[in-house]
């Protein structure tokens, strides 16, 4: 029996309207929002997940699942 780490990444999407002057200003708008916690991605608009185990002598490619 061996130990592997398994490491998942998830990509998803959503979309905000954002009132600015320009898109400079509202790509700025925008993640203050996000650090604040005012936009918050949904985790049912997933478009892609990937998946990798390393174990210390062989380590495997990432793949989509």
Known sequence: MELFRVAIEETVIDEFLIEANNRDEAIDIAIQKYKKGE???????????????VNYASPTEWFEF
């Open 39 to 53: 936009l918050v991605l949904e985790p049912g608009n997933l478009i892609s997940k990937q998946i990798a185990a």
